[in-house]
């Protein structure tokens, strides 16, 4: 099993920086990825990184201003948010998978709890 622990998330202006931090306890995974839910929608893809090669992947929307990396060893999962906009605004959340297209939810069994993450303009 894979256990994961989102922190970091809190309210910022517009413009401001913010970094997700993602705790993983468990067996390894293929890859690992950020979704984000606005209110009253489906978690939708942010980032993901591959845990064997280290290649990365971003929505068009965050491209250039958000950075997926991870740790040495293994155990912490980051997401270093810049200039961020009030339409960033959701709930964060990061998640685990083995197989799949690493951009849909389907393809990730363990999730965090999420985080919430607040953008005033």
């Known amino acids: 099993q894979v256990r994961l622990v989102e922190s970091g998330g809190g309210s910022v202006q517009a413009g401001d920086s913010l970094r997700l931090s993602c705790a993983i306890s468990?067996?390894?995974?293929?890859?690992m990825g950020w979704f984000r839910q606005f209110p009253g929608k489906e978690r939708e893809f942010v980032a993901a990184i591959s845990d064997v090669s280290g290649y990365t992947g971003y929505t068009a929307s965050v491209k250039g201003r958000f950075t997926i990396s991870r740790d040495n060893a293994k155990i912490t999962l980051y997401l270093q948010m810049n200039s961020l906009k009030s339409e960033d605004t959701a709930i964060y959340f990061c998640?685990?998978?083995?197989?799949?297209?690493?951009?849909?939810?389907?393809?990730?069994?363990?999730w965090g709890q999420g985080t919430q993450v607040t953008v005033s303009s």
């Open positions: 998640a685990a998978g083995d197989y799949g297209t690493w951009s849909l939810p389907t393809s990730y069994p363990y």
């Open positions: 468990g067996r390894t995974v293929n890859f």
